[in-house]
């Protein structure tokens, strides 16, 4: 039986730590580590004691380095083709999930690891994590999300200039440019993450998953659409058990206790 190449970990507060264990080869995308991935996202999106997910890189030196350009090496084209289409379903799938996604990124996230990144909810980043698209220079473009994506994030001219120029950024420069929150020291970082991820998990389960599908949905809704959208998601919270006992909660003085329901 080989290692798992991703570690899935719950803790009592309901934060669960993805861990990509490629360390040897800087935490890249193979086909393998992609399926386990796949499987490791339905897993935490399915379970009721997992209130937010953590990303992370297996060691300091890399969050996720892209596609494994050895395996890629061995692939025909249609082999290609279907791995981007593994992968960008695995992304989606992050986005879709009704739990919130940190990315710690740890060390290095390019190409494919930074769009991995840019698929979560929520980047910090440790200080001395670098973060690029460098695909150009390798006579292809990211094609895992990254160009729609990061646009979304940073803004066009933003994006264009990282694209184009296949430049990589430090964590101060992407914290600059709102590709990144915050930035930690890399003993620290994992802890920040599991912090914003405990401040996550005080939320209502319920809400917490609507609030993400609206926001989500912002960018890619007119404002009227969004408006409405926004609205949808309210009326499906107000029957809810949690939203009552928020109000007792408030009443009595005391933390609520969620239930999901």
């Known amino acids: 039986m080989t290692d798992a190449l991703v570690r899935v970990e719950v803790d009592g507060d309901g934060v669960a730590l993805l861990t990509l264990c490629r360390a040897d080869a800087r935490n890249a995308l193979s086909r393998a580590l992609v399926t ?6 339905a897993d935490v999106s399915a379970r009721v ?3 937010a997910v953590i ?3 297996e060691g300091t030196v890399a969050f996720c380095a892209g596609a494994d350009l050895k395996e890629r ?3 025909s084209d249609d082999d290609v083709r279907a791995f981007l289409t593994q992968l960008g379903g695995t992304l989606v799938a992050i986005e879709a999930s009704p739990k919130p996604f940190v990315a710690a990124v740890n060390g290095a996230a390019l190409g494919g690891g930074l769009e991995l990144a840019l698929a979560c909810d929520i980047r910090v980043a440790s200080n001395t994590a670098t973060l690029g698209l460098p695909e150009v220079r390798l006579g292809i473009i990211p094609g895992a999300g990254g160009t729609q994506r990061l646009p979304r994030v940073v803004g066009e001219a933003a994006a264009l200039r990282l694209v184009l120029t296949g430049a990589r950024l ?3 420069s992407a914290r600059s440019v709102g590709l990144i929150s915050e930035v930690a020291p ?9 912090a914003i991820g405990r401040e996550i998990a005080l939320g209502a389960p319920l809400a917490i998953a609507a609030a993400k599908r609206a926001v989500r949905g912002a960018a890619q809704r007119p404002l009227a659409d969004g408006l409405a959208a ?8 107000i029957p809810t058990r949690d939203r009552v006992e928020a109000l007792a909660a408030f009443a009595e003085r005391r933390p609520p206790r969620f ?3």
Do not use: K, N, S
């Open 259 to 261: 239930e999901g329901r």
């Open 55 to 57: 990303v992370v890189g």
């Open 49 to 51: 004691d997992v209130r």
């Open 170 to 172: 430090d964590a101060e």
């Open 230 to 237: 926004e609205r949808e998601e309210y009326e499906t919270l």
């Open 186 to 194: 890399p003993d620290e970082l994992v802890g920040r993450a599991r």
């Open 73 to 75: 090496a061995t692939m």
């Open 36 to 41: 386990e991935l796949d499987a490791a996202i």
